[in-house]
Nanobody, 123 residues
Framework: QMQLVESGGGLVQAGGSLRLSCAAS????????MGWFRQAPGKEREFVAA????????IYADSVKGRFTISRDNAKNTVYLQMKSLKPEDTAVYYC????????????????WGQGTQVTVSS
């Protein structure tokens, strides 16, 4: 059983930056693929980024490619999402997720989820 706790959300102006963190506990972190998803009000949850066990491989949604960077520190059991050039449309609750199967943009591939952290980008 994996527990995930996100932090780092907040209010930022358009063009600004934020770094989200997700601290994991309860199982061997390095065995899990880690992903970030987000859900805006009235919209479905959508994929943002994911990273392989070792951190060598990453995938991104087209909407964030070039602006967001996912990384992980297996020694600290933490995955990060560095967000730059933020836009009002990035406003959402951001969720961290852990899965054992494949590096994927599909929510059903992830077994454990955090409670989310709110990111609000003002124009």
């Amino acid at each position: 059983q994996m527990q995930l706790v996100e932090s780092g959300g907040g209010l930022v102006q358009a063009g600004g930056s934020l770094r989200l963190s997700c601290a994991a506990s309860g199982d061997t972190f390095s065995r899990y693929i880690m992903g970030w998803f987000r859900q805006a009000p009235g919209k479905e949850r959508e994929f943002v980024a994911a990273i392989s066990w070792s951190g060598v491989s990453t995938i991104y949604a087209d909407s964030v490619k070039g602006r967001f960077t996912i990384s992980r520190d297996n020694a600290k059991n933490t995955v990060y999402l560095q967000m730059k050039s933020l836009k009002p449309e990035d406003t959402a609750v951001y969720y961290c997720a852990a899965g054992r199967a494949v590096l994927s943009d599909r929510a059903y591939e992830y077994d454990y989820w955090g409670q989310g952290t709110q990111v609000t980008v003002s124009s």
